[in-house]
């Protein structure tokens, strides 16, 4: 994964928006996107200023890749654990994973009986007006 990527998975990851980055970094908006799209060169003063802005070390930004795992400072609180040395936290992450997916299911079963219960409501409105028309 290229540097521009890293940072933005990292900044929505943290659901930050670029203005918010590029305020903190004293820099506009626009300049900060460029450094997004890599459409510019980073000196290593500036990535260390977005490492710190984004909270995490300068390593950390150069070693992210695809076998890492980081999470926002939101419910998933934890640092950043390489996928392959076994830890706590990637348990953690694991398991806080496995139970979101369970409640997305459970979510969606809930929404298709929701949708049948209205079909079923729907027929019996029709049904009633069928036959309230066949009374009159």
């Known amino acids: 994964m290229e540097l521009p990527q890293k940072l933005k998975l990292i900044r929505s990851l943290k659901s930050w928006t670029q203005e918010d980055i590029a305020d903190k ?17 980073v000196n290593l003063s500036r990535l260390q200023q977005i490492a710190e802005v984004m909270e995490i070390g300068l390593s ?3 070693g992210l890749d ?9 419910d998933y609180n934890t640092q950043c654990q390489n996928v392959n040395s076994p830890s706590t936290e990637l ?10 997916n369970l409640i997305i299911e459970e979510q969606e079963r809930e929404i298709d ?5 209205v079909n079923d409501l729907r027929d019996m409105i029709n ?3 069928k036959q309230e028309k066949t009374e009159k």
């Open 25 to 41: 970094l004293g820099i506009s908006t626009h300049a900060y996107a460029k450094i997004e799209r890599g459409e510019t060169d």
């Open 60 to 62: 950390q930004l150069f």
């Open 66 to 74: 695809e076998k890492n795992v980081f999470n926002s400072t939101g």
């Open 91 to 100: 348990r953690e992450c694991k398991h806080k994973l496995e139970k979101a």
């Open 113 to 117: 009986y929701l949708k049948q219960q």
């Open 127 to 129: 049904l009633l007006k």
